[in-house]
Every structure is written in C-alpha cells, then in structure tokens.
C-alpha cells in the first residue's frame, strides 16, 4: 500500500495513541492487520472511541472496507477512491474521514 496515512506494521495501541494525539472526531490512519496477514485497518477516531475497519483486496484487485451491517459493499480501484468516499457522512462508517494522520516517518510501501 502506498498512501501517507498508511502507518504499516504498527500495533493496535500505537494506532490508537497516533489518533488520541490528533483529538479530533474523523482523524483515521490505515496500518496492517495485526490477526489477518495481506489485511488492513483503516482507524477512525469518533468520541474518544477508535472504531477499526477491515481494508483488504479482491481477488480482481479491488479495494474494499467491513462497513456497518446492511450498507452495500462497495468498490475502489485505488486506496486514495476509498478513503475521499469515506470523507463524506453516512457511508456506513462510525463518523466521516476528516483528518488523516499522516505518516511522519516516511511513507511505507508495501504491494
């Protein structure tokens, strides 16, 4: 993945102190699932609470996110479609992609 708000191979916590530092409700970063291999968290801050969103690829390439139940699963060609159709409200996620923490070491590559 290559994105700035990709963060890699970062623990839960250290994903959640990164939001906490931010403050602000729709603060999201992505870094790699710590229990899926080949997966993703997309980490979304809202009311003190980060809520964690599976990202992952299709077998035909496609990016896709674990929404809330009953919202249609959806599809992007590349990273940075998803995340600018999360950034607007009610896409199934707990609050809309406002502020993206943004990866301060260095953009990390993986894919």
């Not at 009311?47 to 674990?66: C, D, H």
Request: contains cysteine; charged residues 25%; hydrophobic residues 30%.
């Amino acid at each position: 993945m290559d994105h700035p708000v990709y963060h890699g191979n970062i623990n839960r916590e250290t994903g959640e102190k990164l939001l906490s530092k931010s403050g602000k409700d729709g603060s999201y970063l992505i870094r790699d699932s710590e229990s899926r291999p080949g997966v993703y968290c997309l980490c979304v801050l809202y009311q003190g609470l980060v809520y964690t969103y599976r990202v992952s690829r299709t077998a035909q390439s496609s990016w896709t996110v674990e929404t809330a139940p009953g919202v249609t699963k959806r599809l992007f060609r590349k990273v940075k479609n998803l995340i600018s159709a999360y950034q607007k409200e009610d896409q199934g996620l707990a609050v809309a992609l406002q502020y993206p923490v943004i990866n301060q070491k260095g953009r990390m590559t993986t894919d």
